[in-house]
């Protein structure tokens, strides 16, 4: 037997602004009006969004004082989580150009790092040729030592 669906929450669909693509979140405030975006077009702000109440223009006791401009409404719905959506996409346009600043420093770092690698692999191989060289000399040394010791020997013996 299949049980009643779970009653389901109405969960009003988000809506974004058009310019920003933030959401357009109930007033903090009124809880029941949803913000409206606009641009400034009169004060020195020309040109800038900002989110406010549509209780703001009202007269007296109606009204309602949020007005935020884009920058603070971006911090007001990112400490009160409602950019969650939003966030990862701008997390991902911001990682996109990460991607693109950061490789380019850790390759060059990563080079460098080879560099540093080549100078020691070198050094390595330098010291290698020289032990080599060492060793080579220090048989020699012996030959030369074992052989002037049995010449001695068989002077030593021939003068008996
Ligand atoms: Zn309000």
Known sequence: ML???PPL????????DDVTGLP???????KDLRLVAFICKWTENCGKRFFKCPRYDELGAKRCRIYMFQDKYEWYLRTNGYL???????????????????????MEEIEQVK???HDIQDELAKIKLELVE????????????????VLLLVVWVALK
Do not use: H, Q, Y
Request: proline share 10%; net charge negative; with cysteine.
């Open 3 to 5: 049980g009643a669906p």
């Open 9 to 16: 929450e109405f969960v009003p669909p988000p809506v974004m």
């Open 24 to 30: 357009l979140i109930l007033c903090p405030s009124c």
């Open 84 to 106: 969650e959506f939003a966030e990862t996409e701008l997390a991902m346009d911001g990682g996109l150009e990460a991607m693109d600043v950061v490789p380019d420093l850790v």
């Open 115 to 117: 560099g540093g690698l």
């Open 134 to 149: 060492l060793k080579n000399e220090g048989r020699k040394k012996k030959c030369a030592c074992a052989v002037l010791f």
